[in-house]
């Protein structure tokens, strides 16, 4: 039986802190998030996912490959 590595992020944020995210979408367009509370980042099948949200049920999850820059830390939350 192998170990395989767990893959690392390209980007990493500081937890419970808040940061504006441009993501880029499937037709190439750039948008600005402005996102609270990272609450840390997910490695399964589709890649990593870094999740953002104060709250569990109104979290977002934005794909790793789709981050094109970060500012940040703005301020804790």
């Keep these: ?4 590595a767990r893959p690392a992020p390209r980007y990493q944020f ?10 880029v979408d499937d037709d190439g367009g750039r948008h600005d998030h402005r996102l609270d509370a990272y609450q840390g980042w997910l490695a399964g099948r589709d890649g990593i996912r870094h999740r953002f949200g104060a709250h569990r049920r109104a979290r977002t999850e934005i794909p790793d490959d789709r ?7 703005l301020a804790p939350v």
């Design 1 to 4: 039986m192998t170990s395989q």
């Design 14 to 23: 500081e937890r419970e802190t808040r940061y504006l995210v441009t993501v």
């Design 67 to 73: 981050i094109a820059a970060t500012v940040g830390p």
